[in-house]
């Protein structure tokens, strides 16, 4: 079981008076994630019952000014090659073996391939990493799988790809009435499932996937059958994924009946997936301390 430290369960979306960047330690990342917000306005097309966006509060701005997204970046990876982030609360109370940059993550406050800069961004934020020789740290897409064959959206990924880049897509469900019911957006669950066909058809993804208790129950085991017909489907037209990634509510929501699954209904469900899915690599991330209690989300 990944181990949570209070930097999981602290990922605001700002640092210091800091607009588009700011830093978390991530247990799927296993390290330090520089996360770059491309939603400052909170705008978001889907509106998950796990967002733990706070959108009862307006955003700090509407508009994405890439020069200072890369001043901000920059200061991030200064402050995190150095050193001087880890002595900053929650970062002081990372381990040894976290103190280590990951990635630098276009996630945040909204779907980040619905801003018209996505594609400008990646490009920007890919030079600002090759200028300093950051090779290895890779370039992660958090997204919702809404997006994912927009022309503008495709250059953006075509970049992230040249540049140790990963996409992590979007399922929590393996139906249109459950993808309705946690998801809670207009886009067809037929949408979403092309965008991942063609996309993992073309390169390796990853795909992220929150289960949780929503009104008191998880999802059935014929939800999870569903869910997994549909990913093996993609398999079978040579849809590739590098991994699927378990995950449950880890951190406060504003829907008070959105809540962790317990790890044991997390590892039966896992087990299922593992069952149906043997070639790929299935990781769980838990709850905070395995109790149902108010809890987070990370897209
Ligand atoms: S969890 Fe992510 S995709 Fe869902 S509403 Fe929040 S920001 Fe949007």
Not at 161 to 168: H, K, Q, R, S
Not at 273 to 280: D, G, I, N, S, Y
Request: hydrophobic fraction near 35%.
């Amino acid at each position: 079981m990944t181990e949570l430290i209070p930097a999981h369960l602290d990922h605001r979306r700002s640092w210091a008076e800091f607009v588009y960047c700011y830093p978390v330690i991530s247990r799927r990342s296993k390290g330090v994630s520089l996360g770059v917000n491309l939603n400052p306005d909170k705008v978001c097309n889907f509106d998950c019952v796990y967002c733990e966006v706070d959108r009862t509060t307006p955003g700090r701005r509407r508009d994405i000014d890439l020069d200072q997204l890369e001043r901000e970046l920059s200061v991030l990876l200064d402050v995190t090659l150095d050193g001087s982030l880890f002595t900053f609360p929650p970062f002081d109370s990372a381990r040894p073996d976290q103190r280590r940059l990951n990635d630098i993550a276009f996630s945040g406050d909204g779907e980040p391939t619905t801003a018209k800069e996505f594609a400008e961004a990646v490009e920007r934020v890919a030079h600002l990493k090759w200028m300093r020789g950051l090779q290895e740290v890779k370039l992660v897409l958090i997204t919702d799988s809404s997006r994912l064959q927009a022309r503008e959206v495709v250059q953006g990924l075509d970049t992230l790809m040249a540049n140790n880049g990963e996409i992590w897509a979007k399922l929590d469900a393996g139906t249109e009435a459950y993808y309705q019911e946690i998801n809670r957006t207009s886009i067809p669950f037929g949408r979403i499932i092309e965008n991942i066909e063609i996309t993992a058809r073309l390169r390796p993804i990853t795909i992220q996937s929150l289960f949780l208790s929503w009104k008191g129950h998880g999802p059935s085991s014929a939800e999870i059958a569903a869910y997994c017909d549909v990913l093996r489907g993609i398999q079978g037209i040579g849809g590739r994924f590098q991994a699927i990634q378990l995950y449950t509510v880890a951190r406060p929501t504003p829907e008070p009946e959105a809540r962790p699954l317990r790890a044991k209904e997390l590892d039966a469900l896992a087990d299922q997936v593992r069952a149906a899915l043997p070639t790929v690599p299935v990781e769980v991330f838990y709850g905070p301390k395995d109790e149902l209690g108010p809890e987070e989300h990370s897209c």
